[in-house]
């Protein structure tokens, strides 16, 4: 059964720095796009952050482009998200997602062709 683990959320004050991890198990890592969600209370899940196998194809959310970085290491079978300036907006629950697509296309940004997720981790911004 594949499993996906997100760490590294918590309380964070505005203007801070958060990096998520997820760590992926019985799958092919590297036959997999990987993708990072999040959902705010009330809220349908947004995506963030799609990075393909090799890295080549990257995307990113506009609410999120120039603040966080999406990055994976294939021999470690985790992606990561670092996230800077963060904003109470950016307050949810944070998702990692694997889509068993090596490359990204133009669907990348629908959590429905993501067939893998994390149970998720919060993240809390204060202001």
């Known amino acids: 059964q594949v499993q996906l683990v997100e760490s590294g959320g918590g309380v964070v004050q505005a203007g801070g720095s958060l990096r998520l991890s997820c760590a992926a198990s019985?799958?092919?890592?590297?036959?997999?796009?990987m993708g990072w969600f999040r959902q705010a209370p009330g809220k349908e899940r947004e995506f963030l952050a799609a990075?393909?196998?090799?890295?080549?194809?990257?995307y990113y959310a506009d609410s999120v482009k120039g603040r966080f970085t999406i990055s994976r290491d294939n021999a470690e079978n985790t992606v990561f998200l670092l996230m800077n300036s963060l904003k109470p907006e950016d307050t949810a629950v944070y998702y990692c997602a694997a889509a068993n697509r090596r490359y990204a296309s133009g669907w990348y940004h629908e959590a429905s062709r993501y067939d893998f997720w994390g149970q998720g981790t919060q993240v809390t911004v204060s202001s």
């Open positions: 019985r799958l092919t890592f590297s036959d997999h796009t």
């Open positions: 990075r393909s196998w090799n890295g080549i194809s990257t």
